[in-house]
């Protein structure tokens, strides 16, 4: 009689980016990076999940033995609203970018934050801390940031939106805590100037020129734009006033990190993957 033998196999742990729409994300790129860089041995899909239908997808990957998904456009309040647990940057963002499956259920988080101010503090090497600070937006991505942006203890933080009321919304949530933020309609933003202005406006996408004074940049200003990808009209605005000039790469590749932190407990190396995907745009 021959023994049967069962020879241990590994299946790689599975991850995705779930969107809609989905095909432009450079997440796998920069997951598959990170995994080869730090040895882990993991799978990370694009899935397009149809636009009523987040949480079903959510249940079907969870079924499939997912441990974990990063959330983009439209389905970050979903996911919020999906998890069980939250972290406290998720409460505080009021969306939620990364779930994380496991037997305590589905935890969401938000690195969106964290993101761009570790983009802005560790590779922009500009600190935050007593600087003047300008947040133009008030959607989802603005939203994510306000919090990690405070607890750098800027000396001001004005957001400023094209429907002041959100702007306004967004700003009591952090009055009590923080009193150097403030709402501002673009026309207040005369005669003001900052050292670091951030757009969080989807204006990119249709080059659209914000309605902005270029009198805002300060010297030695620090213009980030979250958009990545193209040279936006803000960008051109904050190049020809003098301003260094940021896309949001630097953010996209270091929320990535972040999330890969939170499930793989490694922080990968991002300097070199960011360059990586820039040489591939
Ligand atoms: P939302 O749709 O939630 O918010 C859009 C914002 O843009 C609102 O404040 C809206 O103002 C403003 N806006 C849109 N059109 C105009 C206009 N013509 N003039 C003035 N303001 C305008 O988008 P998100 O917050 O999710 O995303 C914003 C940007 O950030 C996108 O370009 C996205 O790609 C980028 N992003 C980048 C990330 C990265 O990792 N680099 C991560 C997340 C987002 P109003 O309230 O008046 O409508």
């Known amino acids: ?62 079924m499939q033995g997912y441990k974990g998904i990063n959330v983009t456009v439209p389905f970050k309040l979903e996911a919020f609203q999906l998890a069980n ?20 259920g589905i935890t969401g988080d938000n690195t969106d934050g964290a993101g761009i101010v570790r983009d802005i503090e560790q590779n922009l090497n500009i600190a935050i801390a007593g600087k003047r600070i300008l947040l133009i937006g008030a959607g989802g991505a603005a939203e994510g940031v306000i919090a990690p942006i405070l607890a750098h203890q800027p000396q001001a933080l004005v957001v400023a939106n094209r429907t ?38 989807s204006t990119g996408l249709s080059d659209t020129a914000l309605p902005i004074p270029s009198s805002i940049f300060a010297k030695g200003c620090l213009a980030y734009d979250m958009m990545y990808g193209r040279e936006t009209p803000f960008m051109q605005q904050a ?16 929320q990535a990190a972040e999330a890969f932190y939170i499930w793989r407990g490694v922080r990968p190396e991002t300097r070199s993957v960011m360059q990586q995907i820039r040489d591939l745009s």
């Open 1 to 62: 009689m021959v023994d049967k033998v069962v020879k241990p196999f590994s299946v790689a742990d599975r991850y995705a980016v779930v969107g809609n729409p989905i095909a432009h994300s450079k997440s796998p790129l920069i997951h598959e990076a990170f995994a080869k860089q730090t040895g882990q041995e993991i799978s990370y899909e694009r899935i397009l999940a149809p636009v009523d239908g987040f949480e079903a997808t959510v249940r079907e990957l969870i």
């Open 85 to 104: 647990t939250l972290s406290a940057r998720a409460q505080d963002a009021g969306a939620v970018n990364t779930l994380i499956f496991n037997d305590a």
């Open 164 to 201: 002041i009321e959100k702007a306004q919304r967004m700003v009591s949530k952090h009055l009590i805590n923080h009193r150097q933020i403030s709402a501002s309609t673009f026309e207040g933003l005369q005669n003001q100037t900052f050292d670091i202005v951030i757009n969080a406006t």
């Open 239 to 254: 190049r020809a006033s003098g301003a260094q000039v940021a896309d949001g790469l630097g953010m996209l590749v270091e």
